[in-house]
């Protein structure tokens, strides 16, 4: 007759959690995986969901060409592994994300050819990952030529941003600086204007002209932008609030401005 403890140790052993390649990030999803594909990566490992349908098995006979190690897993341990989201029978194991350096943002200023005018977006002091990486996907998808962060107080680009940002982590040029003020006085003298959001900025975001070159600063939520960084601003805007809330989660405020951006431009081209 087996002992309780020896009951135990075998329960404990069946509901362990599946064991994951180390030190990689986790990017699930058929768009994330061919994002990494078309930018010449290629993940270093992936769990294919038993049955995977003939478009899935494309994109996987694309990534193993390229070296990537392929196991077939059942659905409900992909389903654990990313706790329920949608990962369309794909999860990706990749080096972790590296931001690029500001010299990167100076080169590409001094490099400039596109008949379109920059668009930043500069986030300062926002740490919540899920929020840093809903503000990467709709920067890809307004556009944004780059997102610019602090080395301090900001969150940072790992495997939760990936997810949230579903591929856009991966298109989407991130730069870290030291000192963002600092840089914010060297995109000015680049041509770039600096508009800040502000709950008391007199101006809406509708009535600004985001035509031009222009570098777009989200505060973090509740504090919003350091003082320096205020300070660093050509002017300031807000979106009119008519109900009670008296802001917008900081992701969602994003999107409305560069999207008004888009607006603009569109109208302008």
């Known amino acids: 007759m087996k002992s309780e403890p020896s009951r135990r140790g075998q329960r404990s052993r069946s509901n362990a959690g599946p064991k994951t390649p180390d030190g990689l990030d986790q990017v699930y999803g058929m768009h994330a995986l061919q994002s990494l594909l078309d930018r010449g990566e290629s993940p270093r490992e992936l769990w294919v969901q038993q049955g995977a349908g003939s478009r899935l098995k494309e994109v996987v006979a694309q ?109 989407v040029p991130v730069y870290q600086v030291t000192n963002l003020a600092r840089t914010l006085a060297k995109l000015k003298d680049a041509g770039v204007w600096i508009t800040g959001t502000a709950g008391e900025a007199e101006s809406s975001v509708f009535e600004i002209d985001m035509t031009g070159p222009i570098a777009l600063v989200m505060g973090a939520e509740g504090k919003g932008m350091r003082r320096l960084t205020r300070e660093a601003c050509d002017n300031l805007a807000k979106l009119p609030m008519a109900g009670e809330v008296s802001s917008l989660n900081v992701s969602v405020a994003t999107g409305i401005c560069l999207f008004e951006a888009v607006r603009q431009r569109q109208l302008a081209s």
């Open 63 to 171: 990534a193993q060409s390229r070296g990537a190690r392929v196991k077939e897993q059942p659905r409900d341990l992909l389903d654990q592994l990313t706790q329920g989201a949608a990962h369309q029978g794909v999860v990706a194991f990749c080096p972790p994300l590296v931001a690029e350096g500001e010299e990167s943002l100076w080169l590409k200023l001094r490099a400039w050819q596109s008949s379109t005018p920059p668009l930043f977006l500069i986030l300062d002091g926002v740490t919540d990952v899920h929020n840093f990486g809903a503000c990467l996907r709709s920067a890809d998808a307004a556009g944004v030529h780059g997102v610019i962060v602090a080395k301090d107080k900001a969150a940072p680009l790992n495997a939760t941003v990936r997810k949230v940002a579903c591929g856009a982590a991966e298109v």
